[in-house]
């Protein structure tokens, strides 16, 4: 019974997925207070967010995730997280040259007790009239509640030197731990083409350097 629930809902994402939206709707998506995001992970992996958003002073929502995927011969694989439990707040401020903004996320699996949690803050002003910049600072959690315990919070800060003109953007990134200050963990180039991003970085540059490539495309409809 459950498997095919799940199986329903996965097809409805697909056909959603597959069927997209107009321009009007997509245009006025993040005004709507009714979140339906369905997405395609793999060659037959899909997964479908939805949930309820408010806006004001801190904009908040939440809501469930549905994962479902499939082999080439179309038999449904068995979900390690077939839905996940999600909350979000964030927060804007500042105008002109300086802006901040922090965040809030939590997202919970009931199948093996397992939850994320994560806070972050963002600062960006203008350098130059052809350059900004930009430092995030991060702290990332997870717990069982199964078996009552927490791995070691995970400390994120990264500062970003960026031309606004040609999208090319220079980033430093650090961790730290209770044993203190890591020290540099990444340092790398980055360059946006539309939706389109492209990064080379050397990771672990002070100890073991090794080099890494990224692509990436995010799509809005």
């Known amino acids: 019974m ?33 979140i339906w995001s369905p997405s395609k992970t793999g060659a037959n992996a899909y997964k479908l967010r939805l949930g309820v958003r408010r806006t004001g002073r801190w904009n908040t929502s939440a809501g469930a995730e549905v994962a479902m995927g499939a082999t080439r011969t179309g038999k449904i694989s068995p979900p390690g997280a077939p839905v996940r439990l999600w909350g979000m707040a964030s927060r804007e401020s500042g ?84 044993s203190g200050l890591s020290g540099v963990s990444r340092i790398g180039v980055e360059q946006n083409f539309g939706n389109l991003r492209l990064g080379a970085a050397v990771a672990d540059p002070l100890l073991e350097p090794r080099s890494v490539f990224d692509i990436s495309y995010s799509m809005r409809w």
């Open 2 to 34: 459950k498997k095919c629930v799940l199986a329903r809902l996965a097809a409805a994402g697909i056909v959603l997925f597959c069927t997209g939206q107009s321009p009007q709707f997509a245009s006025a998506a993040d005004d709507r207070p009714l």
């Open 95 to 178: 105008r002109g040259a300086v802006r901040r903004s922090s965040q809030v996320s939590v997202d919970y699996n009931a199948l093996r007790g397992t939850g994320n949690f994560g806070a972050g803050t963002a600062r960006s002003w203008i350098v130059t009239p052809t350059l900004d910049a930009e430092v995030h600072r991060s702290i990332a959690l997870q717990c069982n509640a199964y078996e009552s315990r927490c791995s070691e919070p995970k400390l994120t800060q990264s500062a970003k030197l960026l031309s606004p003109v040609s999208r090319t953007s220079l980033t430093v990134q650090s961790q730290a731990s209770s």
